[in-house]
């Protein structure tokens, strides 16, 4: 939020109306009564002489009158062309103290305290730039500057910059100055009639020149760490440019910024940021740490500033100076505004390891595709035999509800269930319908990424079609064999015990739990869909965290595991480790957060509960047994039905839609693609329906 105008000052006691209204004549005849004149008059006549904090004040006075929006038609000539109105008032400005030097001389003693009494080192060198070693340190230091007050540091420009400009939109007045205008004005203050050994302009310049040191310093540091150089083989430590950073920066230093030296030192920034190229290829092929790519763009950020502030050093003193002071500030009050904000640095550091993460989910969901009719059988057969686990896994459940267990007992049962349930799919090669939709949307989102236009939408109109119908035979082999199979358990079960699984209270009561619109079936099937998306996250992670540690490595070289096993041996269980990592993170996940809200919920006292459309379709196949034939045609049972229906189409478009929503944001895909994309699939449905339901004839 900006800062409120401060208000005009009053006509102090000596300044009559007539010495106001003279000045308003001779600087704007043709609005001699417009208020930005006589603000501008007041403030001429209200120049501090003393005191730091009051030249502050004033300096800020001065900005926020620049800043007014208020329209300043009639200040400027009629040959001029209208213009907005910060340059207005700027152009007035530098006009009044070109033609008065009583008014020049106190403003330009004010300039040159305020700048020897300041420093531009921090605003040069860490403005705009994060300043912990690490993700959570610039976490915790933002949130700490967000909630805790700041003390006042009068001596730093860059609490002034904050000062003066509030308002992220001031970046945008500040990048419409004029250069020249800015150039005049400087050539103003250079120190009034009597100036200085060094005026401000030398001042700013001495700042600029030990900026480009210290960051010299603090990007060496992070370039040559470990990780970094690990994860850039192809240059050696001593060929390193960041070695050779510093060094350039001290020749800058004791040449004052020599044009030479300046182009040295732009070859050097040069090979840094192809470094940094390297090592972010790495990680794109190799795994991403958060706290790798926190420290790359620190990198990354602080050579473009090094570039930025060498360019303003080697610009000729004048217009070209401002020119390239304006692109610096405007650059760093951008970037001032933008790093107060944690939400900022948390997306911007999350973005390139969500879209590591939905590429693992992806690469661990393409063995969820089909192309020929006998891939699409192998799905169809996978899928039943994930059907008669589910079967077993819904009979667990219900029997688990039985027990007298404390809560806490009782979530562990049922993740144990799910878990191992799960785990014996991964083991015997079994499909459930649930796990698809997020793996297939990663998928999507990563080919939607990928290649021109032409290409990519080529390859996803060939895509789309099988993650559609690899999804609905799935989900109809599921079904298919959770009917049988759970009504061929409850005839041994009643065969060995001589009574169904469920007694009659238990069958109504999952019958009721199913109803889609008297029950909480909707809330509880969407909450299941999020679950199912962040299980295929937690997948992904897992592989980019093996791969980034180098598990694999690790365990084909392992000393222990080579003696016992033998070298073929550790290198073929790494290569089981490294096939199974994901979907080991993937099944254990989703046991765990299955079970978590009944637990939760009964902590809380809330009735939150899980609706997974097999497991319910399983649960409900064992109801309509111990109701018997009669019962599964009465309005209560095909409502519970129609429920299974709602489970099924909430599961996979909750799970599906948030994993392509999260690998579209990760990709930078834009909407316009997005939009056309669904269009162009639309019309082939419409064309082709056959290509979405099965697969082709040959």
Known sequence: MSRPLPQPVPVREGRSSREVDAFCVEFAPRAPGHPAVRDLQHLLADVPSEGLEARLEWVERWVAWLRDPMPALGLMEPTEPEAPAAVTRLALWVRVLEARASAREPVAVLVREVTSATSGLKLFSQVGLPTGLGFLDEVSERLARRLLPSPPENHQLSELLLRLFPDPGDADLLEGLPPELLAR????????????????????????????????????ALGLAEDVRDRCPEVSFRSSPFLKLRRVCEGVQARDAAPDSLRELGDVVEECQQVVAIVSSHLEQYGVSVDLVYRLERIRRSLERMESIARVLGAEPGEASWREGLVLM???LRQAHTDRSVRAVVAGNARLLARKVIERAGHSGEHYLTTTRAEYHRMVHSAAGGGLIIAVTAILKLYAATLALAPFFYGLALAGTYVGSFLMMQVTG?????????????????AIGQGG??????????????????QIATALANMGTVLPAAVGLSMLFAWWKGHPLLNAAQAHYVVDALHPWRSGTVFYAALTGVLLWLSSLVAGWME?????????????HHRALRRALGDEGAKKLAGLFSRNISGLGGNVSIGILLALPPVVGNFFGLPLDIRHVTISFGQLCLAGYALGPTAVLQPDFLAALGGIGVILAINLGVSFSLALGVALRARDVPVRDVVRLVRLMSARFLREPRAFLSPPRV
């Open 185 to 220: 004005l400087s050539t103003l203050l250079q120190g009034g009639t009597q100036p200085p050994v060094r005026g401000p302009a030398m001042m700013v310049r001495t700042s600029l020149v030990d900026a480009l040191g210290l960051l010299a310093v603090q990007t060496a």
């Open 544 to 556: 980019n965290w093996a791969v980034y540690r180098r598990i694999p490595e690790a365990l084909a």
């Open 430 to 446: 079994f499909t459930l319908a649930t796990k698809q939709p997020s793996m297939a949307a990663a998928m999507l989102g990563s």
């Open 330 to 332: 405007t650059d760093l």
């Open 453 to 470: 236009t032409a290409g990519r939408l080529s390859h996803l109109m060939e895509l789309i079609p099988r993650i559609i119908r690899s």
